[in-house]
């Protein structure tokens, strides 16, 4: 059983908005840290939002501030992304992830969903 799973990936219009949901198994929201991060072809995975476990300290990408929000519902078991006013440069594959502690570092995430494609495209 994969530990997270993305969903809510598809093609928008620029301007348009989408909701990625991350469902997560056998780690607590309580716990651990979840991230969001992307990766467009040719180009580095980075990161674009992260939710503390405790708190729910929020981390945003310079890039998506003011576009993007990071939600959490600890009952479900799921993170959430609500994208809003979409770019064509917002297009890659969003990824899920969990980590131990707070940060927005990839390679300090040990737990990684498969992926969702979102496209900006008119």
């Known amino acids: 059983q994969e530990l997270l799973v993305e969903s809510g990936g598809g093609l928008v219009p620029p301007g348009g908005s989408l909701r990625l949901s991350c469902a997560v198994s056998?780690?607590?929201?309580?716990?651990?840290?979840i991230g969001w991060f992307r990766q467009a072809p040719g180009k580095e995975r980075e990161a674009v939002s992260c939710?503390?476990?405790?708190?729910?300290?929020?981390y945003y990408a310079d890039s998506v501030k003011g576009r993007f929000t990071i939600s959490k519902d600890n009952a479900k078991n799921a993170v959430y992304l609500q994208m809003t006013s979409l770019k064509p440069e917002d297009t890659a594959v969003y990824y899920c992830?969990?980590?131990?502690?707070?940060?927005?570092?990839?390679?300090?995430?040990?737990?990684w969903g498969q992926g969702t494609q979102v496209t900006v495209a008119s």
């Open positions: 992830a969990a980590a131990v502690t707070f940060n927005w570092v990839p390679e300090e995430y040990d737990y």
């Open positions: 056998k780690l607590s929201l309580d716990h651990f840290a």
């Open positions: 939710i503390s476990g405790s708190s729910g300290t929020t």
